[in-house]
C-alpha cells in the first residue's frame, strides 16, 4: 500500500471556516482527498472546490456514518485499495497519515487508529462524564479486538481492503456507529485493528453538537446496541491477507 492506492476521505458538515485548512494540509504530504459534503448550509463545497479537492456533495444530509460510506464507496469504484478518514475540523494532524501507512503496512492491519490517548499523544480535557463514557467504550471494544484500544471513537483512521469494502456496502450512520460500533463489529469478526499514537489539536471554529449528558446517553445507546447484535453486519468474516 502506498499513496497512490489512498485516498484521504474528509466528511464535511458546514465546515467553512476550516475546510481549506484540511484540504490544503493533506495535500501538501502528497494525498489525494475527496470532501463529502453532508449536506452543508455554508460554503463548504465550493471553498473545497476551490481549494482543490474532490468534492462529492450529498443532496441531504446523512449523518457523519452516511458521508464517510458514500466516501468509501467512491474509494472502492475508483479503484482505491485504502482510505484514510479525517475529520473537516482541523483537529487531526496530516503528517501523521504516513505513521498509519506504515503501521498498516507493518503489522497487515486491515484498520489503524489513530489514538489521541495512546502514550501521551495529546493533553485534551474532557469532562469527567465524557471519560467515564469513553473508559466504557476502550473496554469493550478491547475485548471485542482482542488487544488494547484507548480511543474507540477516534475519526481518524486508516482502511484497507478487504474491510474498506465492507464498509463500502455496509456502515452505520448514526453517532459512535461510524466509530465505537465499527471498530467493534471489525474486531468480532476478526478483522485486525491496531492503534498508534496520534496528535490532537482543539477545534479553532465551531464547537462540537453533543452535550456530556447527551454524550453519555449516546454511550450507553451504542452498547445496547452491539451488545444485543442490533449493529449493522458485515456480510463475512476476515480472511487471511495474501499481500
Do not use: W
Not at 3 to 19: C, G, M, T
Not at 213 to 226: E, G, H, I, Q, T
Amino acid at each position: 500500500m502506498n499513496r497512490q492506492n489512498l485516498l484521504v476521505v474528509v466528511p464535511a458538515l458546514n465546515e467553512q471556516e476550516s475546510i481549506s485548512a484540511v484540504i490544503a494540509a493533506v495535500k501538501s504530504v502528497g494525498f489525494q482527498v475527496l470532501v463529502v459534503d453532508d449536506g452543508s448550509s455554508d460554503e463548504t463545497y465550493s471553498i473545497a472546490k476551490r481549494s482543490g479537492a474532490q468534492v462529492m456533495e450529498l443532496s441531504m444530509n446523512l449523518g457523519v456514518g452516511g458521508a464517510l460510506q458514500s466516501g468509501f464507496a467512491y474509494a472502492v469504484a475508483n479503484g482505491f485499495d485504502a482510505v484514510v478518514q479525517v475529520d473537516g475540523d482541523d483537529q487531526h494532524s496530516a503528517e501523521s497519515i504516513e505513521k498509519l501507512i506504515a503501521a498498516a503496512n507493518s503489522t497487515n492491519a486491515d484498520m489503524v487508529v489513530g489514538s489521541r490517548f495512546l502514550d501521551g499523544a495529546s493533553s485534551m480535557k474532557l469532562p469527567i462524564v465524557r471519560r467515564i463514557g469513553m473508559a466504557i467504550l476502550r473496554i469493550y471494544a478491547s475485548r471485542s479486538c482482542r488487544t488494547k484500544i484507548t480511543d474507540s471513537s477516534s475519526g481518524f483512521r486508516l482502511i484497507r481492503n478487504p474491510l474498506l469494502a465492507e464498509f463500502a456496502k455496509s456502515f452505520p450512520s448514526h453517532y459512535l456507529g461510524d466509530t465505537f460500533e465499527a471498530l467493534t463489529v471489525s474486531g468480532k469478526k476478526n478483522y485486525k485493528v491496531i492503534e498508534i499514537p496520534a496528535p490532537f489539536r482543539e477545534r479553532q471554529f465551531g464547537k462540537s453538537s453533543s452535550t456530556s449528558l447527551l454524550s453519555l446517553f449516546l454511550v450507553f445507546r451504542a452498547l445496547f446496541v452491539v451488545t444485543f447484535g442490533l449493529h449493522f453486519r458485515l456480510s463475512k468474516n476476515s480472511q487471511t491477507r495474501a499481500d
